[in-house]
């Protein structure tokens, strides 16, 4: 019943900016955190940035000034507007949900690690050239 479709990814050089953009369904964004992670070929799946229903947010120490992720409750939809992107930023970049179905918050101990996360979408690819 949760459905999280990517959408954004593409080619850009170095320097460059791209939005991703995370169209949900099934859900209140009301009983949700949602996240940002990528992984690149043959590395582990990396947590990049999160939000929760109260707006807090989290970053990894990697894309702190340049990432910012936010969400349009009115649209059910989950951003991550990415600029100064570096090659190093190239990966498949992931959306997903952590949702709870009581009416008190429950927000994960560690939010960058994937584990805390129950919904998945599909992935959406990112490739930035030096």
């Known amino acids: 019943q949760v459905q999280l479709v990517e959408s954004g990814g593409g080619s850009v050089q170095a320097g460059g900016s791209l939005r991703l953009s995370c169209k949900a369904s099934?859900?209140?964004?009301?009983?949700?955190?949602m996240a940002w992670f990528r992984q690149a070929p043959g590395k582990e799946r990396e947590g990049v940035a999160t939000i929760c229903s109260d707006s807090s947010t989290t970053y990894a120490d990697s894309v702190k000034g340049r990432f910012t992720i936010s969400k349009d409750n009115a649209k059910n939809t989950l951003y991550l507007q990415m600029n100064t992107l570096k090659p190093e930023d190239t990966a498949m970049y992931y959306c997903?949900?952590?949702?709870?179905?009581?009416?008190?918050?429950?927000?994960?101990?560690?939010?960058?690690?994937?584990?805390?996360?129950?919904?998945w979408g599909q992935g959406t690819q990112v490739t930035v050239s030096s």
């Open positions: 997903a949900a952590r949702v709870w179905g009581g009416m008190f918050p429950e927000y994960p101990e560690r939010p960058l690690t994937p584990a805390e996360y129950n919904y």
């Open positions: 099934g859900y209140s964004y009301s009983r949700a955190c």
